[in-house]
DNA sequence: TTAATTGTTTCCATTTTTAGAAACTAATAT
DNA sequence: ATATTAGTTTCTAAAAATGGAAACAATTAA
């Protein structure tokens, strides 16, 4: 007999776990290095492999590892086309210092 | 005589102002001609021309105003390296929807 | 242990981005 | 209007990312 739960409660349950993506106030430095492990964590909270991944997103297994391990840098189409397979989304902002300004 | 204030109170007086970065609870969705957009906004919060920006870089203006129109993808690094020059910081967050799982 | 699965690394070819330079357009100032 | 500054586009070459394939290592299952 199967039980279903949502991905909520999968979330209490997992919730500071490591490689699993943690709520919504969790804000990441935006570098490559934090944006493989976060492709890693997503791929395994959809419990996929790095092989079915590549077929969802059109690449081969490699090339999802080289992403994982950040072993190069990587585009933005290409970071967007993967977390779009894993249907998560991805926000951003800038944050700029408070220096201070002359007027004239 | 000079007047000397911060910029937030800068951002107080032109918050809303197209063009301008706004204030951190704003999020955008992570896309190419987002980024070139806010690349453009905190460029211009900061002063300076596409040729400036591009000596702070170590590019020339034409790179910066490829990424600004954003006429093409970009890197991680690339965007990185713009933002640091510009003092600013980027963060990024990856919401996953609430789909449903089955538990053996 | 052995077999099967999963992930990593390397090689090579292709595509894309990055870069400099110059020509061009647009906007601003004198 | 003309000159100056700012931004865009095009051209070329170089560097880097992407992609396929296979070999390799690591993990898991039987």
Redesign the interface.
């Given at each position: 007999m199967?039980?279903?739960?949502?991905?909520?409660e999968?979330k209490d349950k997992y919730l500071g776990m490591p490689g699993t993506?943690e709520r919504?106030q969790?804000?990441?430095?935006?570098?490559?290095d934090v944006?493989g492990k976060?492709i890693r964590a997503?791929r395994l909270?959809r419990?996929l492999t790095q092989e079915e991944l590549g077929r969802l997103v059109g690449v081969q297994k490699a090339q999802i590892s080289k992403l994982e391990s950040s072993a190069n840098?990587?585009?933005?189409?290409t970071?967007?086309k993967v977390?779009k397979a894993?249907?998560?989304?991805?926000?951003?902002?800038?944050?700029?210092?408070?220096?201070?300004?002359?007027?004239?």
């Open positions: 199967k039980k279903t739960i949502s991905l909520s999968m993506i919504d969790y804000e990441y430095e935006l570098r490559m944006l976060m997503a909270e419990k840098s990587a585009t933005i189409d970071i967007l977390f894993l249907q998560a989304e991805v926000s951003f902002y800038v944050k700029m210092e408070d220096n201070f300004l002359q007027i004239p």
